[in-house]
């Protein structure tokens, strides 16, 4: 335990502060090229920059390469090749508005490196039962699990600051679940993903000065399922992050179908003052945020706090699966 | 507070164990025997089948819970 406090320190350091200082650049990099969206729930017409996807993969994959030196498994370096591969096809999103089904097929060959270096443990576990052994069927999930939280992470990247802030509340949770369940190195793994992303909150939360884009997103989302499955946690980290997965969930069971989500009609309008209120649009699908904004209309600031809300209480219930991992009926 | 989201959230949780229960205790030691060579895979294939009428009885589940429970805000 001893000997993995200082390559801890070392790695986290090194991906909180290479996203903390890398940002600034980017966003200067991209005004100056006048890569920028018009952020829509702004009354005024504020340009930000997007994506910020590179900030967050230098972070994350420069921590993982310095404990890969200290810690040379090939559980890390499966997280790192698959991180990387789901950043170029969020990169090619970005330049390139993709059909719907481009993601989710791309991203699941980003599992292969899970795969060839054999960085998981087929043993699915469940909380108070045990385990169950499905080795094919679980080669199977595996390239399932990395598209389903890339573009999860991805569809709550609806507005300032939620999916940074949201992926360091659940990557938090993890650490602390994995640290429960004795899986050390992987749980430091878990804490580099959630200082960075830590870091870059510090610069897309509202107003934002940059948003993460389909690379930033999708890089967040797949580095935590990678994480999920070298660390044998699926079910724990699908648990941290319910509020994201209902948000897919009511999406899919109102749409109906995969579609890119910029094709998609906005689900929110806005009030007088700039409140953020459900639409009366009939077609437009449920979402979380729809929810949230249902009864009574919302800032953006308070809609984002009600969602932080929600995933800090799905990170306790996450802890809580961890705690009954180690309790068998 | 957005306390019929979070009772949805804590229903989805309590979903998700017992559906783990029944992976493990039913579905998991399911066993097949007959031919040596083809053993894994129909154990597997059976398992596959069996988790998908789960999962799809979980949605099913989660679809009915989430229309009561959001009928209740719509009606409030």
């Known amino acids: 335990m001893e000997q993995l406090i200082i390559p801890a320190i070392i790695a986290i350091t090194i991906a909180f502060f290479s996203v903390y200082g890398l940002t600034p650049f980017v966003i200067r990099a991209l005004e100056k090229r006048n890569i920028t969206v018009v952020d829509l729930n702004k009354k005024e017409n504020t340009m930000v920059a997007r994506p910020g996807g590179l900030s967050i993969i230098v972070g994350i994959e420069s921590s993982l390469i310095i404990l890969y030196i200290f810690f040379p498994i090939s559980e890390i370096l499966a997280v790192i090749l698959t991180t990387f591969f789901a950043f170029i096809v969020g990169i090619i999103d970005d330049r390139k508005t993709m059909g719907g089904w481009f993601k989710p097929l791309a991203l699941a060959f980003c599992a292969a490196p899970i795969l060839l270096l054999g960085a998981y443990d087929s043993n699915l576990a469940f909380p108070l039962f045990g385990t169950v052994q499905i080795p094919l069927l679980y080669m199977a999930l595996v390239v399932f699990i990395i598209p389903i939280m890339g573009n999860t992470i991805n569809s709550i990247d609806v507005l300032n600051g939620v999916a940074s802030g949201f992926i360091t509340i659940a990557s938090f949770s993890l650490s602390i679940c994995l640290f429960i369940l004795q899986n050390y190195e992987v749980g430091i793994v878990c804490l580099c993903l959630a200082f960075s992303s830590l870091a870059f909150y510090k610069y897309h939360k509202f107003p934002s000065k940059i948003f993460p884009g389909d690379s930033g997103a999708i890089t967040f989302g797949v580095a935590y399922g990678g994480i999920a499955i070298i660390g044998g946690v699926e079910v724990i980290s699908a648990i941290a992050i319910l509020p994201a997965i209902i948000n897919s969930f009511l999406f899919l069971s109102s749409v109906k179908k995969i579609v890119e989500h910029r094709e998609i009609k906005n689900p929110t309008s806005h009030t007088d003052d700039w409140k953020l209120q459900s639409t009366s649009e009939n077609h437009a699908p449920i979402t979380l945020v729809r929810l949230l904004i249902a009864k009574k209309p919302l800032t953006e600031k308070q809609i984002g706090y009600e969602i932080f809300k929600l995933g800090i209480f799905s990170g306790i219930l996450a802890i809580i699966t961890a705690f009954m991992m180690g309790v068998t009926i | ?76």
């Open chain 2, 1 to 76: 507070m957005s306390l019929p989201i979070f009772s949805f959230i804590f229903t989805m949780w309590v979903l998700i164990i017992i559906g783990g229960g029944l992976m493990v205790v039913f579905i998991g030691p399911l066993s097949f025997s007959g031919d040596a060579q083809l053993d894994p895979l129909i154990n597997s294939a059976v398992k596959v089948l069996l988790s998908m009428a789960l999962i799809f009885i979980w949605v099913v589940a989660l679809l009915k819970i989430k229309n009561w429970i959001f009928g209740k805000i719509a009606n409030s």
